[in-house]
């Protein structure tokens, strides 16, 4: 390990470290723009200007570009590197607008924090300035070119680090441009990230243009709910709602980067419809008249027809406090549930997936991205987990090989190769692509759970053992549906899904229904049957911050509070506890008109809308007792009344893994039916953007849905004299749906994809993630 | 006396045929190395000989070569950088004219050397001619044999292919010609690894200039010995080919010792100074070489002897000012070049070089301050800290400006005008 020297400061670094991130453990931050921790150093843009005094090669050097060497002497405030500095920030400025009072970046631009320290305040040059012309680069990204100082960030983060094309370099000299061949929405779900580490403000936040500087908001470290992963994130919030989101740096989770989903998907939080105020049968109450007006009528019943006749339905995106609080609510009034999956089948292997890890076979996404091998199986990143798809083209960039098992067109943003086949045939794939991962060294086995079963599960859970057995440091590494689906896993106690609990409504058993952030409506598979369910029951109680339909249909409604007023502590799928911090009080938010009647004129002793409960508080009061006065004493309940959960004691700034610890997931024996004759299997799979239940509210978002489509093998089409572009109607038991058609060259044959999308109101047509359509009820509509 | 080695079969109307080229000797050099030696020999007799790189840079081709490892994976690639685009630099074009044989038999050579199997020949699409020659007389070289599978039957293989560069200035650096190759953006690379050990799409390649490469052949058949004799002076090696341009009578390429006298050069070939004038200045390299004064008229213009001196042979585009020409507008002529071909990767080159540009030319204008002459000289000094070796080459002119012409500079601001124009 070098030892080195840096203004008369003596510090060891790890051998490889560049004398620019030794400074920085010394607490000395050298100037830089192109240099980036997680893009690496390229030495472009010359501000990192340093003296070597003592050293292999001495005099102004980057410091970017020199390893830390024993025995290096380094200056940084030597006036000759000083002096080069300031030119080199002179001569970015040269061309910069200097437009920062009407540019979003002012406050948190790096530009203008280095042109301030570095000295640069009065302009010596008198020529003319270059500028160019914007491009429109979709809803997420405002494109600003005249702002440029040619960092390079911009590309070798889209180009190198995240593997897409659409956005590069062109021209030389002082005319070099960032930005499409030709304008149109970036073609990447991580371009977000391009507000993040532009250092001026060429690529900013457009939706939340002009709505306020940095110092304007209330930052607050967040976590990401839109997948599974649990990226780290900061909230922004002003005006009582959020402003913007941006990726926060993890040393275990996610890196620097999040994706376009867990940036834009927070729209639910304020949007005029959202639940603030009780409702009993279609009237508006006061929160706390529906909440006891609930817990009343919830009592008649358990009164009248024994605890049996209730039934609680939960999901995995209410926080572990939520689902301890509703575990409790059952515990004490023996209601039925609470049920946190829809159907026996998902859940199972999100269960298994839960069940199977342990503190030997958990990876974090960090650590995957060492893997030297990858097998994933089932699993689709881009879509399901999109930060994901960046940890596997890390790995994949440092020499990893890929393979994945799957039936879906996957497109990928990295070298893999594609075993295609029907998802009744994973199991065996995988059993025979299983010896691919004999060479290496660090494999690591992704597992999905979308549209997988629990018996995949197990096989990748054993054949990660395999492996371990062998003296590998394999690792196992499984998606699930939602941001706390792992919490349900380790809370459950019920052992039963939504499907079991609208069985016992039909039949007669079950007489009320309490719903606690629930996508029931939007996820259960049979909606005629859960239809069916909700008309018999005498009462549907839903607890909500989101106006599904189901809490429009409901008896009584509770709104309840988002991530950002409640905090809460989130499982990830590798089992990593997060704690979130509330990022805003909760209540209506501030509307600023402009119009001069600022700030509202209206005084009342509370804040308008300051009364709503979190769900685990109103869940707390259905069971007739005082919940827990503090965020700190809640989890401190919780650890007293869950042994899974004792381990939060020990989260730290990384979290805490939390294991099932030989828990048995929820059983399900019944394998997928065998395809008939005749017949394609349709998949309905996640996509990035679109079937989330939650940033399906982001008006941005569904922008970049496109139109609702079904994906055919090329062979599959050409049988039936489709193109690609065609309107076709796939034929279902009860009508007919139209998509228009993609054709794949590598996609399982005999399968037709149907990408989740907001505008596919699909349950009442498919009765599962997977169904069979009859190759004659496959008609064409119009040819495209 | 000219010392004709490269030049010696120039025609004055066509180029050298195959059979021609065979006739005098061509050839022999590759037939007897291929067949009976080693590829070390090759690599020995031009560090012995100490030819230099003649592209600019006058890196020995033999050290060069000995830092390709024997267990260097394949395959390798030998690049020939045809892409002569140094203003003022018109040898490379005039020695693909005079004879594309020696050229393609130097890398022949070259290529044995380095056992590299792919020759390409990187060439700038301005000489369009030169690309139809060389793929013509590749494609005749090939079908005798000479290129190919078992060339000689020495079980040494090798071809070239014909790349015309995109055309930008920078695309000459060797390792950003490397990335052009490669389909990328012509940015410089930064060694380490060089080219040699991780070149084109990271395997072992050789860039030489054709200039260099010509020299092969003479080299390995008529020995180090004989090399260094043919130069003027006991530091220099060989003979070199002045481009010779500017205020002289007969301005052209001339093939003389390393190391003739710049007085020699312009007086005795070039014809003398054109129209009575007299020497003011020269630019001893091409436009990235630091302004040479009166001073040094004499100067031996080899890579040593102006190296001592403080300048760059350079390519040995020998530019020549008599005291009729303002060197500030010419500077600022330089200036407009070189901020337009700034590959725009890194900062003072992208950005310093318009701002240099644009503090010369309000001087030239007659709107200069005195405060432009410090700003010129610091910026320029700066430049040394650019990314590649550009943007020092840009500012050398400019430096040497200040430097030694300090007074016509001051000149200018004093008057508020060019004291060359006409007053208006």
């Known amino acids: 390990m070098p030892k080195l020297i840096i203004d008369n400061l003596e510090i060891e670094v790890p051998e490889g470290t560049r004398v620019i991130e030794a400074a920085e453990k010394l607490g000395i931050y050298i100037p830089r723009f192109c240099f980036h921790h997680a893009l690496g150093a390229v030495g472009a843009c010359r501000v990192c200007a340093v003296k070597v005094l003592e050293g292999a090669v001495e005099g102004v050097q980057m410091s970017c570009m020199i390893d830390a ?31 920062c009072p009407v540019c979003d970046e002012g406050g948190h631009c790096l530009l203008q924090d280095l042109t301030v320290a570095g000295g640069h305040s009065i302009r010596r040059y008198e020529g003319g300035k270059r500028t160019y012309t914007d491009q429109y680069l979709g809803p997420l990204v405002q494109h600003e070119m005249n702002r440029c100082i040619q960092c390079y960030r911009c590309v070798r983060f889209y180009r190198e680090y995240s593997g897409y094309n659409d956005l590069g370099v062109t021209g030389i000299a002082g005319r070099v441009y960032f930005g499409r061949l030709r304008e149109g929405v970036l073609e990447s779900p991580f371009a977000g990230n391009l507000i993040d580490i532009c250092p001026t403000g060429v690529f900013t936040d457009k939706p939340s243009r002009y709505t306020g500087r940095r110092w304007d908001f209330e930052r607050t470290p967040g976590v990401c709910i839109h997948c599974s992963l649990g990226c780290r994130t900061t909230v922004s919030a002003r005006y009582r709602q959020v402003g913007r989101m941006e990726g926060r740096f993890s040393q275990r989770v996610n890196g620097d980067f999040i994706c376009d989903r867990g940036r834009y998907g927070f729209y639910y939080a304020d949007r005029p419809g959202r639940p603030r105020s009780g409702r009993i049968s279609g009237q508006t109450v006061s929160v706390d008249q529906a909440v006891y007006e ?50 026996r089948i998902t859940g199972a292997a999100a269960d298994t997936a839960a069940c199977a890890l342990n503190p030997e076979n958990a990876v974090s996404m960090r650590e995957l991205e060492t893997a030297d091998a990858i097998l994933a199986v089932g699993a689709d990143p881009v879509n399901e987990a999109p930060v994901l798809a960046l940890a596997m083209r890390q790995a994949q960039r440092a020499g990893a090989q890929i393979t994945a098992i799957d039936p879906r067109p996957l497109e990928w943003p990295f070298d893999f190769e594609h075993l295609a086949c029907r998802a009744e045939e994973i199991g065996e794939a ?33 054949l990660v053992a395999g492996l371990r057995g062998s003296g590998k440091t394999a690792g196992l590494f499984c998606t699930l549906p939602q941001a706390n689906s792992f919490g349900a896993a380790l809370l459950d106690e019920c052992n039963a899904c939504a499907a079991d609990l609208a069985a016992r409504v039909e039949a007669g058993q079950i007489r009320a229904l309490a719903v606690i952030e629930s996508d029931l409506w939007h996820d259960f598979p049979d909606r005629p049957q859960l239809e069916k369910a909700l008309e018999k029951l005498d009462l549907l109680v839903s607890v909500d911050f989101l106006d599904t339909p189901l809490f429009e249909k409901a008896d009584i409604g509770i709104p309840s509070l988002t991530v950002f007023e409640a905090g809460g502590i989130y499982v990830n799928q590798e089992g990593r506890a997060q704690q979130v911090r509330p990022a805003h009080t909760g209540g209506l938010p501030i509307t600023v008109t402009g119009a001069g009647d600022h700030p509202p004129r209206t005084f009342a002793p509370n804040v308008p809308g300051r009364d709503m409960p979190a769900a685990w508080v109103t869940a707390f009061c259905l069971a007739g007792q005082a919940p827990p006065e503090t965020d700190a004493q809640m989890t401190a309940w919780m650890r007293y009344n869950f042994a899974v959960l004792s381990d939060l004691a020990r989260m730290d700034a990384d979290g805490v893994r939390l294991f099932a610890g030989g828990k048995t997931p929820i059983a399900h024996e019944a394998t997928m039916p065998e395809k008939p004759e005749q017949c394609l299997e349709l998949l309905l799979a996640a996509a990035v953007f679109g079937g989330e239940p939650m940033s399906d509210y982001s008006q941005c978002l569904r922008e970049l849905a496109g139109l609702p489509a079904v994906w055919m093998d090329r062979a599959d089409a050409d049988r039936h004299g489709i193109a690609a572009g065609d309107r076709v109607g796939l034929g279902f038991e009860n009508g007919e749906v139209s998509f228009v058609v993609r054709i794949s060259d590598h996609m399982a044959p005999g399968v037709l994809v149907v990408y989740r999308h907001p505008d596919i109101d699909w349950q009442p047509r498919a009765g599962d993630t997977r169904y069979n359509i009859r190759e004659d009820r496959i008609r064409r509509i119009e040819k495209a | 006396m000219e010392s004709r080695v490269l030049l010696k079969n120039r025609k004055p109307d066509r180029i050298l045929d195959l059979a021609e080229y065979r006739a005098s000797g061509g050839y022999s050099a590759a037939a007897e190395m291929l067949q009976t030696g080693r590829p070390a020999d090759v690599q020995e007799a031009l560090e012995a000989a100490g030819l230099l790189g003649r592209g600019g840079a006058a890196f020995s081709m033999g050290v060069k070569l000995s830092t390709v490892a024997e267990y260097a994976p394949f395959p390798r690639y030998m690049v020939c950088n045809a892409d002569e685009m140094e203003p003022g630099t018109f040898k490379d074009r005039v020695l693909i004219h005079t004879s594309p044989h020696l050229l393609i038999e130097g890398m022949l050579l070259a290529a044995f050397s380095a056992r590299a199997e792919h020759g390409i020949i990187f060439i700038r699409p301005e000489y369009e001619n030169a690309a139809r020659i060389l793929e013509r007389e590749v494609a005749l070289a090939r079908e005798q044999g000479l290129l190919g599978k078992n060339i000689f039957n020495s079980g040494f293989d090798f071809d070239i292919v014909v790349h015309r560069s995109g055309g930008r200035y920078i695309c000459g650096e060797g390792t950003a010609l490397l990335n052009a190759l490669e389909g990328k953006r012509p940015n410089p690379r930064k ?121 760059r042979l350079g390519t040995a585009a020998v530019m020549v000012f008599d005291h009729s020409a303002c060197l500030v507008g010419a500077t600022v002529n330089l200036l407009a070049f070189f901020a337009r071909e700034s590959c725009g990767w890194c900062t003072p080159c992208r950005d310093g070089l318009p701002y240099l540009h644009d503090l010369l030319r309000r001087i030239e204008n007659g709107q200069g301050r005195a405060e432009f002459v410090p700003m010129l000289r610091e910026m320029a000094g700066q430049m040394g800290l650019a990314y590649c070796a550009f943007a020092p080459g840009a500012a050398a002119p400019v430096e040497s400006l200040i430097t030694y012409f300090e007074d016509e500079v001051r000149e200018h601001i004093k008057a508020g005008r060019c004291p060359f124009r006409e007053a208006e």
């Open chain 1, 69 to 99: 060497q024993d025995g290096m002497k380094v200056s940084t405030t030597d006036p000759e590197a000083a002096d080069f500095r300031r030119s080199v920030i002179e001569w970015l400025m040269l061309n910069h607008p200097h437009d």
């Open chain 1, 294 to 343: 609930a817990r009343d009528r919830l009592q008649r019943i358990t009164e009248e027809h024994g605890p049996q006749a209730v039934g609680v339905i939960g999901s995995g995106r209410s926080s572990l406090q939520t689902q301890s609080a509703m575990v409790h609510l059952c515990r004490t009034t023996g209601w039925q549930g609470p049920v946190f999956r829809n159907t």
């Open chain 1, 430 to 462: 995988l059993a025979s692509a299983a010896e691919r991962l004999s060479d290496s060294r660090r494999p690591v086995v992704i597992c999905g759970t979308e549209i997988t079963d629990a018996g995949i599960v197990l096989q990748a859970a054993d």
């Open chain 2, 191 to 311: 060694p380490p690894p060089y080219p040699t050990v991780k070149g084109l799409w990271q395997l072992p390649t050789v860039v030489q200039n054709v200039e260099t490469l010509c020299f092969v052949p003479h080299v390995v058949q008529n020995g180090a010995e004989w090399f260094r004799n043919l130069a003027a002076g006991p530091d220099e090696a060989g003979t070199k080919i002045y481009s010779v341009s500017g205020r002289v009578r007969r301005p052209g390429c001339y093939e003389l010792p390393m190391g003739t006298a710049l007085s020699e050069i312009i007086e005795t070939h070039a014809g003398g100074m054109a129209g009575n004038g007299r020497f003011k200045a020269c630019l001893p390299g091409g436009a990235s070489t630091r302004y040479m004064p009166e001073s040094m008229y004499h100067r031996e213009m080899g890579y040593q002897s102006l190296s001592d001196a403080g300048f």
